[in-house]
């Protein structure tokens, strides 16, 4: 699961609670910390010309600290994971790696410059970005800008500020203040969050709907959660009210409703919970590995595994060394020390010869054909188990629902395959698809158009062909770009110094002009178009302004000014995410 934080880097001065007092834990260039007293973190923070001395120094720790003896501004926070700095790792919490300057300083970092335990003032000594959102209509939404926002739906955003999560609506209202230490993306309507160190859930307005008092939480699965209390995890319903009288040591990864796996003490095997009548069942192999594949679950020992269902029943009879469930009626498995393919009445559907066997689900995923692999060869077998192409040298990939190609790893040649032909239809150096109907081929470095027939559509003699509207490419001769349709013919002539399509536009530029085709061709003199949007919007730059970048729509009137160091499209929120460099003064 991927998480939706936007992390910061934070660099602080941080000493002993006084000059002489506190245990110092770690000195790295320009920071430090001390020792923790329960759940408070104890922070002395310099004023700026305290930072400047230190950020500038080149002397010796011992020179650096006789700077610093005098600085006396304590900031007392409970949010240690804000500002901590891991000693084992080197970096700040989060963060990733930190980078220094040729003289030791940190090349990203800022400064809180703290009166009367309260942060006044922000002072950037980095690459950070001031983040604000525009609408369609180019209005600018928040006031201020952020260090970070992200779409939480369609009408409400997360934002970050000084380390800390809020919501506001697209008005720009405040929902949640920018005080909390953790806000997620929604799952099944529902998103996690942490405030003081207490765990709860949000809907999808922003809302806190779930009160933050859990230790701990885990996002929502058909329709429950884990959370933790104390050393111990329950599960809760989407109405907050426990499903589980009894709290568990243990929750596993993946569950449903009526299988949650669990542990009720830490040498204790693994049992199930069926959340729906609060029942226990016990799991009689030992569990070693669980995932969810397509509403079943493989149990596994060391050696061996076992298909289940949601209900903790028996889906096929054995145990396997390997089992993996394509769909509810064929399934990968490992007899020995080879792979077949068997339906769920056990049924052979390909032989226990081969060392490998996957399976294609791009263009069918009801009944995908299945790869198989015998040493060093490869074959095709379609889904009830008949040889489409016999096991030969070279790989084998999906063009199409009904096109496969064998390709060779030394790249001299690739032979196209059509269902319920034994014969290839076409032979090339490299075939690639474009349309489902329609592949780009590569003969002696140059590339031409061939169907599903293996019918030459364009000869081979472009540098570069891709994908352009239905049924056309956007091909390369040299340094110049141009549009040919499956018949051949040119749409657009091949001189034009860039050229790509997205969103059912083109978009052309020649010289200083550029042009964008949807429907009818639209100059714009003197204004560099970098990408398309979502073919109403472009996205321009401003070369003279230290390449600035902005909003125009197809009338070329302005959406955003072209004052940004970078600018995104949110699809679904239908707005436009802008990124400034701050100076050394934040807002």
């Known amino acids: 699961m991927k998480k939706y934080i936007f992390l910061l880097f934070i660099t602080v001065f941080v000493f002993q609670g006084c000059a002489t007092t506190g245990k110092l834990l770690r000195y790295d260039g320009v920071y430090k910390r001390v020792e923790s007293k329960g759940s408070i973190d104890y922070y002395q923070i310099v004023d700026e010309s305290h930072f400047k001395a230190i950020y500038n120094h080149q002397g010796t720790e011992e020179q650096a600290l006789e700077k610093l003896?005098?600085?006396k501004k304590i900031l007392y926070t409970n949010r240690p994971e804000g500002l901590r700095f891991s000693s084992r790792?080197?970096?700040l919490?989060?963060?990733?790696?930190?980078?220094?300057?040729?003289?030791?300083?940190?090349?990203?970092?800022?400064?809180?410059?703290?009166?009367?335990?309260?942060?006044?003032?922000?002072?950037?000594?980095?690459?950070?970005?001031?983040?604000?959102?525009?609408?369609?209509?180019?209005?600018?939404?928040?006031?201020?800008?952020?260090?970070?926002?992200?779409?939480?739906?369609?009408?409400?955003?997360?934002?970050?500020?000084?380390?800390?999560?809020?919501?506001?609506?697209?008005?720009?209202?405040?929902i949640i203040k920018?005080?909390?230490?953790?806000?997620?993306?929604?799952?099944?309507?529902?998103?996690?969050?942490?405030?003081?160190?207490?765990?709860?859930?949000?809907?999808?307005?922003?809302?806190?709907?779930?009160?933050t008092s859990y230790d701990y939480a885990n996002d929502f699965k058909d329709g429950v959660a884990p959370v933790k209390v104390g050393n111990r995890w329950f599960l809760i319903n989407q109405k907050g009210k426990k499903v589980s009288k009894n709290g568990f040591y243990k929750v596993g990864k993946y569950f449903s409703k009526k299988f949650v796996p669990v542990k009720t003490g830490e040498r204790q095997p693994w049992s199930y919970l069926n959340t729906e009548n609060n029942s226990i069942h016990k799991i009689k192999t030992p569990l070693y590995t669980m995932y969810e594949k397509i509403g079943m679950i493989v149990l596994s020992d060391y050696k061996n595994k076992i298909l289940v269902d949601l209900d903790g029943k028996l889906v096929l009879p054995y145990f396997f060394p390997y089992v993996w469930p394509v769909n509810n009626d064929r399934f990968i498995v490992k007899a020995g020390k080879k792979y077949g393919v068997v339906d769920k009445k056990m049924k052979k559907i390909i032989p226990f010869i081969y060392s490998k066997i996957s399976y294609l689900t791009e263009y069918d995923s009801k009944k995908p054909f299945f790869t198989v692999k015998q040493f060093n060869d490869e074959g095709l077998f379609d889904y009830n188990g008949k040889i489409v192409l016999p096991t030969g040298s070279g790989s084998i990939s999906q063009l199409s629902k009904k096109i496969f190609k064998r390709w060779y790893f030394d790249g001299t040649k690739t032979k196209l395959y059509k269902v319920g032909l034994e014969k290839p239809i076409f032979r090339a150096g490299s075939i690639e698809r474009v349309f489902p109907d329609y592949f780009t081929f590569k003969n002696q470095e140059k590339w031409g158009v061939v169907d599903t027939s293996g019918k030459i559509i364009i000869e081979a003699k472009y540098d570069k062909i891709e994908r352009g509207a239905e049924k056309q490419f956007i091909v390369k001769d040299g340094e110049k770009y141009g549009v040919l349709d499956v018949n051949n013919k040119v749409v657009f002539d091949i001189n034009y110094?860039?050229?790509?399509?997205?969103?059912?536009?083109?978009?052309?530029?020649?010289?200083?002009?550029?042009?964008?085709?949807?429907?009818?061709?639209?100059?714009?003199?003197?204004?560099?178009?970098?990408?398309i949007f979502d073919g109403n919007y472009m996205k321009i730059v401003k070369k003279a302004d230290g390449w600035k970048f902005g909003v125009i729509d197809v009338n070329s009137n302005i959406i955003v000014p072209a004052s940004y160091d970078d600018i995104t499209f949110d699809k679904k929120s239908k707005t436009f995410i802008t990124r400034k460099k701050r100076v050394k003064t934040a807002n």
């Open 89 to 91: 790792s080197g970096s």
């Open 69 to 71: 003896k005098n600085a």
């Open 497 to 531: 110094g860039f050229l790509n399509f997205k969103k059912d536009c083109y978009h052309l530029s020649k010289g200083n002009t550029s042009y964008l085709y949807k429907n009818k061709l639209k100059e714009f003199k003197d204004l560099g178009v970098v990408e």
């Open 178 to 211: 920018e005080s909390c230490d953790f806000i997620g993306k929604l799952n099944e309507g529902y998103g996690r969050i942490s405030l003081n160190g207490k765990w709860g859930y949000i809907n999808k307005d922003g809302k806190i709907i779930i009160k």
């Open 93 to 174: 919490v989060g963060s990733g790696e930190i980078k220094r300057n040729p003289d030791g300083s940190l090349l990203n970092s800022f400064f809180l410059v703290v009166k009367n335990g309260k942060i006044t003032k922000r002072i950037d000594y980095r690459d950070t970005m001031a983040t604000n959102i525009y609408t369609i209509k180019g209005k600018k939404i928040f006031q201020k800008n952020y260090d970070g926002i992200i779409p939480l739906n369609n009408n409400v955003f997360i934002t970050e500020y000084l380390g800390l999560y809020g919501i506001r609506n697209f008005e720009g209202k405040e």
